[in-house]
């Protein structure tokens, strides 16, 4: 009699355990699906709030830096005397003004420095911070059949006003952000005028804050990195280069559909009302929130 009740007990036991268990499965598997759902969502939330924030951030902090440079070298494009040297660079006149002209606005760059190329002639004008080239501006002339003067042909074939390149000039030996804005009079091309900003410097003052686990970078239109922390990743001469050998951003996602996402993120930015776009996306294996912006400068920061 005491073996039967030890088997009903056992048996009542084992039935009561596996009820708990399955009361516990029905009840904690919607709720760790819910749990899930809330988490995701609020992650999915606060990641949107603070990438879009630290993009719009790091936006102003490069148009901070380069607006004003963009602004001045359009004034001097706009300049009677810088104009009217350039349609007739042989006027000594003329050109004596005109490097007066420069001279007075070099000092109110940043970098101190201007460069200047007449279309007609092709010569280069160019004076440093350090007035190195005082008397001398006139370095070398850029020509079509040089591949390292490139810049110039595809800054005034591009159509816009000004452009951001990031070069190094052989001739000079100097590696900047460049400024490149087109002075142009009733269709007429008349020369290509601008500044620089040192690349290091940019990077060092805009891009390479510490901010741990927030990495920032400016690419160009076709994804080309202008500045990123590491050297090594910046995309020089993109103005020249041949898509396939650039250094874009899209290389820096794992998936091809990724890379589509991200450039169709920059175009939507680029053509809509909506200031700023960003979403989950694989690097490196890991998930990293991606946002993007675009710059009124001819660069947009990712």
Same mark, same amino acid.
């Given at each position: 009699?005491?073996?039967?009740? /030890?088997?009903?007990?056992?048996?009542?036991?084992?039935?009561?355990?596996?009820?708990?268990?399955?009361?516990?499965?029905?009840?904690?598997?919607?709720?760790?699906?819910?749990?899930?759902?809330?988490?995701?969502?609020?992650?999915?939330?606060?990641?949107?709030?603070?990438? +879009?924030?630290?993009?719009?951030?790091?936006?102003?902090?490069?148009?901070?830096?380069?607006?004003?440079?963009?602004?001045?070298?359009?004034?001097?494009?706009?300049?009677?005397?810088?104009?009217?040297?350039?349609?007739?660079?042989? %006027?000594?006149?003329?050109?004596? &003004?005109?490097?007066? +002209?420069?001279?007075?606005?070099?000092?109110? $760059?940043? %970098?101190?420095?201007?460069?200047?190329?007449?279309?007609?002639?092709? /010569?280069?004008? $160019?004076?440093?911070? +350090? /007035?190195?080239? %005082?008397?001398?501006?006139?370095?070398? !002339?850029?020509?079509?059949?040089?591949?390292? *003067?490139?810049?110039?042909?595809?800054?005034?074939?591009?159509? !816009?006003?000004?452009?951001? /390149?990031?070069d190094r000039d052989d001739h000079l030996a100097v590696t900047k952000v460049w400024i490149n804005c087109?002075?142009a009079e009733q269709g007429r091309i008349l020369g290509v005028i601008g500044t620089g900003v040192d690349l290091?410097? $940019?990077?060092?003052?805009?891009?390479? &804050?510490?901010?741990?686990?927030?990495?920032?970078?400016?690419?160009?239109?076709?994804?080309?990195? !202008?500045?990123?922390?590491?050297?090594?990743?910046? %995309?020089?001469?993109?103005?020249?280069? *041949?898509?396939?050998?650039?250094?874009?951003?899209?290389?820096?996602?794992?998936?091809?559909?990724?890379?589509? +996402?991200?450039?169709?993120?920059?175009?939507?930015?680029?053509?809509?009302?909506?200031?700023?776009?960003?979403?989950?996306?694989?690097?490196?294996?890991?998930? $990293?929130?991606?946002?993007?912006?675009?710059?009124?400068?001819?660069?947009?920061?990712?």
């Amino acid at each position: 009699m005491r073996g039967l009740w /030890n088997q009903i007990a056992t048996s009542l036991k084992t039935r009561f355990l596996v009820v708990t268990v399955c009361v516990f499965g029905l009840v904690a598997v919607p709720a760790y699906v819910a749990f899930e759902f809330l988490t995701r969502k609020t992650v999915v939330a606060l990641g949107t709030l603070f990438a +879009e924030k630290q993009v719009l951030f790091d936006r102003y902090r490069g148009l901070e830096a380069l607006t004003r440079e963009v602004s001045l070298a359009e004034t001097v494009a706009r300049s009677p005397a810088v104009r009217a040297w350039a349609r007739d660079e042989a %006027d000594p006149a003329k050109t004596k &003004l005109g490097l007066a +002209e420069l001279e007075h606005y070099r000092l109110s $760059f940043h %970098d101190k420095s201007y460069f200047f190329v007449v279309d007609q002639s092709g /010569n280069y004008y $160019f004076n440093n911070a +350090e /007035n190195a080239y %005082d008397g001398n501006q006139l370095r070398y !002339q850029v020509k079509r059949d040089n591949p390292r *003067d490139g810049w110039y042909f595809k800054t005034i074939a591009a159509g !816009q006003p000004c452009q951001l /390149n990031v070069d190094r000039d052989d001739h000079l030996a100097v590696t900047k952000v460049w400024i490149n804005c087109v002075i142009a009079e009733q269709g007429r091309i008349l020369g290509v005028i601008g500044t620089g900003v040192d690349l290091t410097e $940019f990077i060092r003052e805009v891009v390479a &804050l510490p901010q741990t686990g927030v990495t920032s970078m400016f690419v160009d239109h076709a994804g080309a990195i !202008q500045a990123h922390r590491d050297p090594g990743m910046v %995309d020089f001469h993109s103005l020249t280069k *041949d898509t396939k050998t650039k250094k874009t951003i899209f290389q820096q996602v794992d998936s091809p559909a990724d890379a589509a +996402e991200l450039a169709a993120m920059m175009r939507r930015v680029s053509a809509g009302p909506a200031a700023v776009e960003s979403r989950f996306m694989t690097i490196g294996g890991a998930s $990293f929130w991606s946002g993007s912006a675009i710059s009124t400068s001819s660069a947009g920061s990712t």
